[in-house]
C-alpha cells in the first residue's frame, strides 16, 4: 500500500516571541512582531507484505518577518530550521517491532539579521517495542536510543544538546467494547 500528500501553506502569527542573547550572554524573550511563514510538507509511506513499513516525511519553510523594524523585513525567523526531514523503517512480526528513524534538520539563524547559524545535523534513533492484549487490556512497551551515534549539535549557540540518550516506556491500555 502505497501513501503521498502534498500540503502548501501559509502562516500568519500576530506576535513572534524569540529569544534574543543579551550583551551579558543571557537569552531573555523578546516580541519580535508579526511574521508570516510559508512552505511544503511532503509525506510518503509505503507499507510491505503486512511487515515492513517505510515513510519519509519533509517541511521545508520560509519565515518572513511582518515586523515594523525595517532591518528585519524579509529575514528568516531565528531558530526555525529551512527544512526538516524525517526517514523511518520499521519491521514488525507478531507482536514485536523494531523501529529506526533518521531526522535531517537545516540551519537556524541565531541573529534576526541572519548573519549567524547552527549548523544543519542529521541523528540516528532505534527502538524496539512489543504489545500484547489481556483480555480488554492492552499492554505496550518499547526501549531505545536516540542520537545513536552520538552526533554533535547545537540548537542554540552555545548550548550543545546532549549526547546519546536512552529511553523506555509502558502503557497500559483499557479497550473499550468494540474496539480492536
Avoid at 525595517?70 to 529575514?75: R, S
Wanted: proline share 4%; charged share 25%.
Amino acid at each position: 500500500e502505497l501513501f503521498v500528500s502534498t500540503d502548501f501553506f501559509w502562516r500568519n502569527i500576530d506576535s513572534v516571541i524569540i529569544w534574543r542573547r543579551g550583551y551579558d550572554g543571557v537569552y531573555r524573550p523578546y516580541n519580535s512582531g508579526g511574521e508570516a511563514t510559508c512552505g511544503r510538507e511532503d509525506y510518503i509511506k509505503l507499507d510491505l507484505f503486512e511487515m515492513l513499513s517505510l515513510s519519509w516525511s519533509n517541511t521545508s519553510q520560509e519565515a518572513i518577518h511582518l515586523s515594523t523594524n525595517p532591518q528585519l523585513d524579509g529575514k528568516w525567523l531565528p531558530y526555525r530550521p529551512d527544512y526538516l526531514t524525517k526517514f523511518t523503517a520499521e519491521l514488525t512480526y507478531g507482536n514485536a517491532s523494531i523501529r529506526g528513524d533518521y531526522t535531517a534538520v537545516g540551519k537556524r539563524y541565531l541573529l534576526e539579521a541572519n548573519t549567524k547559524w547552527t549548523e544543519p545535523y542529521g541523528v540516528f534513533d532505534i527502538s524496539t517495542g512489543y504489545a500484547h492484549s489481556i483480555g480488554s487490556f492492552e499492554l505496550a512497551g518499547e526501549i531505545g536510543i536516540r542520537n545513536l551515534f552520538e552526533e554533535s549539535y547545537e540548537v542554540i549557540n552555545g548550548y550543545p544538546m546532549p549526547g546519546r540518550s536512552f529511553y523506555g516506556r509502558f502503557n497500559i491500555e483499557r479497550k473499550s467494547k468494540g474496539q480492536k
